[in-house]
DNA sequence: CTGGGCACTTACCAAAAGGTGCATACTTGT
DNA sequence: ACAAGTATGCACCTTTTGGTAAGTGCCCAG
């Protein structure tokens, strides 16, 4: 009786290095701006990075910039430079970002569906311990 | 190729504090290791400390009850002392919870889908700066 | 000629996140 | 009696993360 059978078995215990397929997942997607920046890139097609500045603003540049280094290291974002004069370059998402973006997508309708509570909880963090900020990402 | 409709418009802008809801969802599950739980505890029902801490053994006692104290504050588990006397306690999902575990199970999906991917890109990671270590977390 | 924007880069720093280890109160196994 | 397990709490310290500020070339508007 401890342990029906809740979720389905979605994940697979023993595998590589990781206990499970939301543990690979977890350790690419970590860092305070990439879900962010992939959800963003994945609704706005190729984008600019002053385009992504004014987009994720509470981000400084170094923030975006190492972010978007790493996503492209890993594969996710594909950088376009266009070695024009005044800078331009613009990234885009690669398919494995895309499918990456598209596993995100459960996570925002999440937020927005539970707004109130997820508003009401931070009500109360604030509430507890004061001076608090900064934005989300995702551990590290 | 630009934007065909890869990832359709699930991110409504401009709501109240957030950018949208990805972002208010990052903001809860924003710790090393709450996703890893929320989808363990979904996985098993009521689950131990004990059980818990064994199943998740990267994380130190510390950082299991101090995020478990969160995902608790914000709703997302109940926690269950029975008072007995060799301490007993059980952790298991709120309604809110569980929905957000589901929400989950895409990215653990997609983590298992491309754990060859994942593998490579770490390889890499190691390869560039030696002396990494430590798990996920969905950042901070 | 000055200011501003673009896309970054670098250096320096503060804060947060996370880790280790010890302690507790009580019971059970050896 | 002693070690071990249970579920935490707490202090201390290191690592990681993130922010600030300033600088770089180059071009265009005023």
């Known amino acids: 009786m401890s342990k029906t059978s809740s979720a389905g078995p979605a994940c697979t215990p023993t595998l590589p290095g990781f206990t499970c397929g939301l543990d690979a997942t977890l350790r690419v997607i970590s860092g305070k701006w990439k879900p962010l920046i992939l959800y963003f890139v994945a609704q706005g097609g190729p984008t600019r990075y002053g385009e992504l500045r004014r987009a994720v603003r509470d981000a400084s540049d170094k923030m975006l910039i190492q972010q978007l280094k790493e996503l ?12 024009e004069i005044p800078p331009r370059v613009d990234y885009s998402l690669t398919p494995l970002g895309e499918s990456l973006a598209q596993a995100l997508v459960p996570l925002c309708l999440w937020g927005e569906a539970n707004l109130e509570a997820v508003n009401r909880v931070f009500a109360e963090r604030a509430a507890a311990g004061a001076a608090r900020s900064g934005a989300p990402g995702l551990s590290a």
Request: hydrophobic share 25%; proline share 0%.
């Open 72 to 83: 492209e290291a890993d594969g996710l974002v594909k950088r376009t430079d266009y070695k």
